[in-house]
């Protein structure tokens, strides 16, 4: 497996990380807010074996592999170009196994082109898989109230969880998809729930869901910006 990863999240889940595959970590430079210039899920989104991303993300990947194909996986540049704000949010869909949730005034038109038969969900948020970790058969945690009042509309299973404690230098708390990078039932999480107040309802979400959950390192939630595994 490849993991590219913010290279500012903690030394110790890097460690760990590699225990487990091939590790690149990713940071640019001065095209966006300082706290989001390494996270991953600003600059690119994941569909089955489509990596849709930014130039600057293409670019990155192209030096890994020229061939523009990670493990089966085809690296597919985007229309649009990463900024400040909310022009950082055109890659950063939740994508689960029948649906996409986003603010759709911001997506990517190469990530509507290529949902398949997905199902969009337009919600206010536009730093949705910042917000929204999605899970097997469309089971979904977050840290947003405007799009777990969505969620529950939709009648998708859910769990809402408090983003106070989640730590994101820079600002004064991050979001927990953030802290997540998902490979099939395989859950890798920036921290040890056990330093979160909701940490023993993920957990028991997660296990409830048939996955597997690693945590990286001994140390509160980092919201690194996903952790994208190819």
Do not use: W
């Amino acid at each position: 497996m490849v993991f590219i990863y913010n290279k500012h999240i903690p030394e110790e889940a890097v460690s760990n990380l590699k225990q487990y595959g091939d590790c690149f970590p990713f940071l640019s430079n001065d095209i966006t807010n300082s706290y989001l210039s390494g996270h991953i899920d600003v600059f690119g989104c994941l569909i089955d074996d489509k990596y849709i991303v930014s130039n600057e993300l293409y670019n990155f990947l192209i030096n890994i592999s020229p061939s523009e194909s990670i493990n089966g996986i085809k690296i597919i540049k985007g229309h649009d170009d990463v900024g400040f704000d909310y022009d950082a949010t055109h890659y950063n869909a939740a994508v689960s196994d029948n649906y996409i949730i986003h603010n759709t005034k911001y997506t990517d038109e190469v990530i509507l082109q290529n949902k398949d038969n997905r199902q969009l969900i337009n919600v206010k948020q536009g730093f949705c898989r910042c917000s929204v970790l999605p899970l097997s058969n469309d089971n979904f945690i977050t840290s947003d109230n405007g799009i777990a009042k969505q969620l529950k509309t939709n009648n998708m299973k859910h769990l809402f969880v408090d983003p106070s404690e989640i730590i994101l230098p820079g600002c004064k708390n991050g979001c927990i998809g953030g802290c997540f990078g998902v490979y099939k039932t395989d859950v890798y999480c920036i921290g040890n729930l056990s330093y979160h107040k909701d940490g023993d309802k993920i957990r028991n979400f997660i296990e409830e869901c048939d996955c597997h959950l690693i945590e990286l390192y001994d140390g509160p939630l980092f919201d690194g910006g996903s952790i994208t595994i190819l």
